[in-house]
Structures are given as structure tokens and as C-alpha cells.
């Protein structure tokens, strides 16, 4: 027996989509029938992936977002339900890190991270689940197909590790986030969990693993490999489908076993 997520009809915002997981992230939901609105900064690459899956028969949008803007974060909403529909699923997945050890630590590349992978991330989830709740509120008897809220944290936000301690402790509240966020908003139908990546080959670390220290670090894993980004796709399609209504505040591991 087959089993497919059919997300036609459903709208996602996918927040950090130029490139890495969130490019990945995006590809997938279009490809399951998602329009799926990209938003970040680097415009031109947006508008790159959107024409890529047009080509492929799906439904993008385009619209610039910067998370450490708290009015860029309305504005990049407002446009995005003026555009494309009310938002059903949001993929929060803008993320920054730095490598520093934690005596190195200035002022600067700590409001960096936080504002970045915490407080953004934060206010993004406020403004659409803000928006969800208000539907679920006016909607007739049986009529909101609920909301998806999947917050991307990281396996470094349940594990320390050395020399990203801020990063570590930027992922570790986006857990704690999306568990409050759970209890809040699971009333109105709204899901919010998050998805914990391990290390994952992205353009932005692909040139360490080929790398001597990259190759030594490799053989400290558990299976001695690093994923790539469509080793994700099953982890997010079960948190995005509308058959997923009973996994509220889940933290789901996609890490090939690195924080056992």
C-alpha cells in the first residue's frame, strides 16, 4: 500500500529560502501542491527557485523578508496573505551561526545569533500564528482546516557543542518556543513542532567536509556520514500534512543518531 501528503489548496511560507534547507524545504512542499510563498533577503536568488518551480508545474511567490525586522516581518506577512491566501503552514526556518569560543563573544555576535535565530524566529511564528488564530476564531463550525507551524531548530539546541555555545543556546530556546507555543495554540488547531537537523552538506559548509579536519570530524559520527537536505523532506512532510493533527509540541531528531 502507497500513502502521499497532498498539500493542494494549502499556502506555506518558508522564511530563509534562498538557500540550504529552506531552498530544499520549499522545493518539497511545492512539489506535494503547496503554494509556497519564498521569503528572505538575497531577492534575486528567490526569484532563481521560484522560476525553477514554476518550471516544474508548482506555485511560488516571492517576498523580501528580514527577521531582525520587527515592521520587514508584518510587511512580509501582510504581502504574503495579500498575494497568495491566508497562510496554512509556516517554515521557520531563518538561521544564522558563528564559530567562537564562548570567552571570544562580543556583545555584537551575541545580538547577531539571538536576533537572528531567536527573537526572529519568534516574532515570524507570533505574526502568522496571530493570523491562524483569528481564522480559527471567525471560521464557521468545522470549517479551519487547522495550522502548520514547524520551527527548524537544531540537534545543537538538545546537545552542546564546542565553539557554537551561542548557537546552541539560540536552537535550545527555539525547543523550549515551540512547546510553549503548542500549549498556547493547539486550542485554535494550530500545530507547532519542531525539527532538530543534524549535520547537514549545504553550500555553506560543503567545502569542510572535503577537508582533512572535515574527514576526521566525519568519522566521529555515528554512521560516519554527513545528510543532505532531501534526507529531510519525510520529517517535514509528516509535520506539514493535514493528517498530522495529533502531533502538537513534538521535537523531532533528524540527526542519524549524533545526540543519542
Known amino acids: 500500500m502507497s500513502y502521499s501528503i497532498d498539500l493542494s489548496g494549502r499556502v506555506a511560507l518558508v522564511t ?42 508548482g506555485d511560488a511567490h516571492v ?38 569560543r564562548l570567552v571570544d563573544v562580543m556583545p555584537q555576535d551575541y545580538d547577531h545569533i539571538m536576533d537572528t535565530n531567536t527573537k526572529g524566529a519568534f516574532f515570524v511564528a507570533q505574526e502568522v500564528g496571530k493570523r491562524m488564530i483569528a481564522r480559527s476564531k ?10 502548520r507551524i514547524v520551527n527548524i531548530a537544531s540537534m545543537a ?31 485554535y488547531g494550530i500545530n507547532v513542532n519542531a525539527l532538530c537537523p543534524g549535520y547537514i552538506d549545504t553550500e555553506i559548509n560543503h567545502h569542510q567536509w572535503g577537508t582533512e579536519q572535515g574527514q576526521k570530524f566525519i568519522a566521529t559520527l555515528p554512521r560516519r556520514r554527513v545528510g543532505q537536505p532531501r534526507d529531510l523532506d ?3 512532510m509528516m509535520l506539514c500534512a493535514n493528517e498530522s493533527h495529533f502531533i502538537n509540541g513534538a521535537v523531532i531528531q533528524a540527526d542519524d543518531g549524533f545526540a543519542v
Open 16 to 57: 530563509g529560502a534562498s538557500s540550504g534547507l529552506g531552498l530544499q524545504f520549499a522545493k518539497t512542499l511545492a512539489g506535494a501542491g503547496a503554494a509556497v510563498v519564498l521569503a528572505g533577503r538575497r531577492i534575486e536568488r528567490l526569484k532563481t527557485l521560484r522560476a525553477e518551480i514554476e518550471s516544474a508545474g
Open 63 to 100: 517576498v523580501r523578508l528580514d527577521v531582525t525586522d520587527h515592521a520587514s516581518i508584518k510587511a512580509a506577512v501582510a504581502h504574503a496573505e495579500t498575494e497568495m491566501g491566508s497562510i496554512d503552514i509556516l517554515i521557520n526556518n531563518s538561521g544564522v551561526a558563528s564559530t567562537q
Open 138 to 147: 471567525g471560521a464557521a463550525p468545522g470549517t479551519f482546516t487547522g495550522g
Open 157 to 187: 539546541g538538545l546537545r552542546v557543542l564546542g565553539q557554537i555555545g551561542v548557537y546552541c543556546m539560540s536552537k535550545a530556546a527555539v525547543v523550549h518556543m515551540t512547546r510553549a507555543m503548542a500549549l498556547e495554540w493547539g486550542r
Open 234 to 236: 519525510t520529517a517535514l
